[in-house]
């Protein structure tokens, strides 16, 4: 009963210098009920109010960063695998990947322009070297026939996003552009990472436009043999 007592009279010191339960139970190894009882008549400080409000805090932020690096450690296990998958990519998987990009990406001839050239645009500077890299490969373009035009924002920094498409293409930027409309407050594209974007001119294109709609088709239709 002596040693209860002492337990009990340490409980009640430790709550009232703004412990936790948990806490307590730590330090004294007795159940949880007859804890409550012990400290369900114990009033705690305003000091002590706001010593566990931030201890609940700090244990709130702790289990979001555990969850984040669990979360962060997945999703790089899963990018790792799925990268490992791909493995070589033959000049027929280029072929198809380009053609498919600029379906998705490109400039197309409409009835009231059927002599439009490939003009291709995107801010993403993996599927622009991708690209870019697929118009000399695939159509045996020269670095002459490509031109690269800029179009950013005018509170950014057109030098440095010059700078950094040189770099990455190895190539001049001909043009820069700035864009006209109201940028948004709540953009995320506006910090140090932003570099505009970037299009991709072909001189005298209209038919290797043509060519690939013809691409194009040629997925859609060997596609639909596949009976899925």
Request: glycine share 4%.
């Amino acid at each position: 009963m002596i040693e209860k007592k002492i337990e009990k009279e340490r409980a009640i010191e430790l709550r009232r210098q703004g412990f936790s339960y948990n806490e307590i139970l730590r330090q004294i190894p007795v159940a949880k009920s007859t804890l409550s009882v012990w400290l369900q008549n114990i009033g705690l400080a305003k000091k002590q109010k706001q010593i566990l409000t931030e201890k609940r805090r700090l244990a709130q932020v702790k289990a979001q960063e555990a969850c984040r690096s669990k979360r962060v450690a997945k999703e790089r296990e899963i990018i790792k695998t799925a990268k490992d998958q791909i493995k070589n990519i033959s000049e027929r998987d280029l072929w198809i990947l380009g053609s498919a990009l600029y379906w998705a990406e490109g400039t197309k001839q409409k009835k009231t322009n059927v002599s439009q050239k490939v003009s291709f645009n995107n801010s993403d500077p993996d599927i622009i070297l991708i690209f870019s890299g697929w118009l000399k490969k695939i159509c045996h373009l020269s670095q002459e026939n490509i031109a690269y035009s800029i179009y950013i924002h005018r509170t950014a920094d057109k030098e440095k996003s010059r700078k950094y498409w040189e770099e990455l293409l190895g190539t001049k930027i001909e043009k820069i552009y700035f864009k006209n409309h109201k940028l948004k407050t709540n953009r995320k594209n506006i910090d140090e990472n932003y570099h505009g974007l970037l299009r991709i001119d072909v001189r005298k294109s209209t038919d290797l436009n043509r060519k690939i709609r013809g691409w194009t088709v040629g997925i859609v239709e060997n596609y639909k043999k596949l009976h899925i």
